[in-house]
Protein backbone atom coordinates (compact mmCIF):
# COMPACT_ATOMS: atom_id res chain seq x y z
CA UNK A 1 0.00 0.00 0.00
CA UNK A 2 1.49 3.38 -0.92
CA UNK A 3 0.10 6.70 0.01
CA UNK A 4 1.04 10.35 -1.56
CA UNK A 5 0.25 13.13 0.76
CA UNK A 6 -0.12 16.79 -0.76
CA UNK A 7 -1.69 20.32 -0.49
CA UNK A 8 0.72 21.67 2.17
CA UNK A 9 1.90 25.12 2.20
CA UNK A 10 2.13 28.64 3.90
CA UNK A 11 -1.11 30.29 4.93
CA UNK A 12 -1.84 33.44 7.32
CA UNK A 13 -3.80 32.71 10.41
CA UNK A 14 -7.41 32.20 9.79
CA UNK A 15 -6.93 30.99 6.16
CA UNK A 16 -7.89 27.79 4.98
CA UNK A 17 -5.70 24.51 3.54
CA UNK A 18 -7.02 21.34 1.75
CA UNK A 19 -4.87 18.28 1.84
CA UNK A 20 -5.01 15.45 0.17
CA UNK A 21 -3.64 11.59 0.12
CA UNK A 22 -4.07 8.90 -2.57
CA UNK A 23 -4.00 5.35 -1.47
CA UNK A 24 -2.88 2.98 -4.27
CA UNK A 25 -2.04 -0.53 -3.51
CA UNK A 26 -4.08 -3.41 -1.68
CA UNK A 27 -6.79 -0.82 -0.16
CA UNK A 28 -8.98 -3.74 1.10
CA UNK A 29 -6.49 -3.45 4.33
CA UNK A 30 -7.30 0.21 4.14
CA UNK A 31 -10.86 0.90 5.60
CA UNK A 32 -9.32 3.41 7.91
CA UNK A 33 -7.89 6.53 6.74
CA UNK A 34 -6.39 9.01 9.09
CA UNK A 35 -4.53 12.16 9.65
CA UNK A 36 -1.70 12.70 11.99
CA UNK A 37 0.58 16.30 12.40
CA UNK A 38 3.95 16.24 13.85
CA UNK A 39 6.21 19.84 15.04
CA UNK A 40 10.01 19.26 15.74
CA UNK A 41 11.19 17.67 19.27
CA UNK A 42 7.52 16.23 19.80
CA UNK A 43 5.11 13.07 19.01
CA UNK A 44 3.14 12.68 16.19
CA UNK A 45 -0.26 13.61 17.16
CA UNK A 46 -3.63 12.48 16.01
CA UNK A 47 -5.57 14.53 14.16
CA UNK A 48 -8.72 13.21 12.42
CA UNK A 49 -9.81 9.58 11.50
CA UNK A 50 -12.83 8.12 8.79
CA UNK A 51 -13.77 4.52 8.37
CA UNK A 52 -15.62 3.81 5.55
CA UNK A 53 -17.00 6.62 3.26
CA UNK A 54 -20.37 7.30 4.87
CA UNK A 55 -19.19 7.24 8.53
CA UNK A 56 -18.49 10.25 10.63
CA UNK A 57 -15.34 11.73 10.97
CA UNK A 58 -13.24 11.12 14.76
CA UNK A 59 -11.23 14.54 15.68
CA UNK A 60 -8.28 15.71 18.10
CA UNK A 61 -10.25 18.12 20.20
CA UNK A 62 -8.24 20.68 18.81
CA UNK A 63 -9.00 20.45 15.50
CA UNK A 64 -12.82 19.69 16.38
CA UNK A 65 -15.01 22.08 14.62
CA UNK A 66 -12.92 23.65 12.24
CA UNK A 67 -10.93 20.60 10.31
CA UNK A 68 -13.22 18.44 8.05
CA UNK A 69 -11.96 14.70 7.23
CA UNK A 70 -13.82 13.27 4.11
CA UNK A 71 -12.88 10.42 1.40
CA UNK A 72 -13.93 9.34 -2.38
CA UNK A 73 -16.36 7.20 -3.40
CA UNK A 74 -14.10 5.41 -4.38
CA UNK A 75 -12.27 5.20 -1.25
CA UNK A 76 -8.79 5.49 -2.37
CA UNK A 77 -8.18 9.82 -2.12
CA UNK A 78 -8.85 11.16 1.88
CA UNK A 79 -8.51 14.63 2.45
CA UNK A 80 -8.33 16.88 5.20
CA UNK A 81 -9.82 20.01 5.33
CA UNK A 82 -8.19 22.97 7.31
CA UNK A 83 -10.21 26.01 8.36
CA UNK A 84 -9.80 28.94 10.79
CA UNK A 85 -5.86 28.20 10.82
CA UNK A 86 -3.94 28.74 13.88
CA UNK A 87 -0.03 29.27 14.20
CA UNK A 88 -0.48 26.16 16.06
CA UNK A 89 -1.65 24.10 13.21
CA UNK A 90 1.76 24.46 11.96
CA UNK A 91 3.21 21.25 11.55
CA UNK A 92 4.10 18.47 9.04
CA UNK A 93 0.98 16.12 8.66
CA UNK A 94 1.06 12.73 7.79
CA UNK A 95 -1.42 10.03 6.10
CA UNK A 96 -1.91 7.08 7.27
CA UNK A 97 -3.93 3.95 6.80
CA UNK A 98 -5.10 0.53 8.70
CA UNK A 99 -7.85 -1.36 9.17
CA UNK A 100 -9.25 0.37 13.02
CA UNK A 101 -10.04 3.70 13.73
CA UNK A 102 -7.73 4.85 16.62
CA UNK A 103 -5.57 7.26 17.49
CA UNK A 104 -2.61 5.06 18.19
CA UNK A 105 -0.46 6.45 15.55
CA UNK A 106 1.65 2.56 15.80
CA UNK A 107 -2.04 0.87 15.02
CA UNK A 108 -1.61 1.97 11.32
CA UNK A 109 0.71 0.06 9.29
CA UNK A 110 0.69 2.25 6.32
CA UNK A 111 1.92 6.22 5.93
CA UNK A 112 2.42 8.69 3.63
CA UNK A 113 5.36 11.07 3.18
CA UNK A 114 4.21 14.24 5.52
CA UNK A 115 3.62 17.72 4.09
CA UNK A 116 4.45 20.67 5.39
CA UNK A 117 1.83 23.36 6.86
CA UNK A 118 3.08 26.90 7.92
CA UNK A 119 0.11 29.48 9.13
CA UNK A 120 2.01 32.52 9.63
CA UNK A 121 1.77 35.84 8.98
Known amino acids: VQLQASGGGLVQPGGSLRLSCAVS????????LAWFRQTPGKERDFVAALRGSSGAGFYADSVKGRFTISRTNAENTVYLQMNSLKPEDTAVYYCAAGREITVVGASYPYWGQGTLVTVSS
Open 25 to 32: GRTFSTST
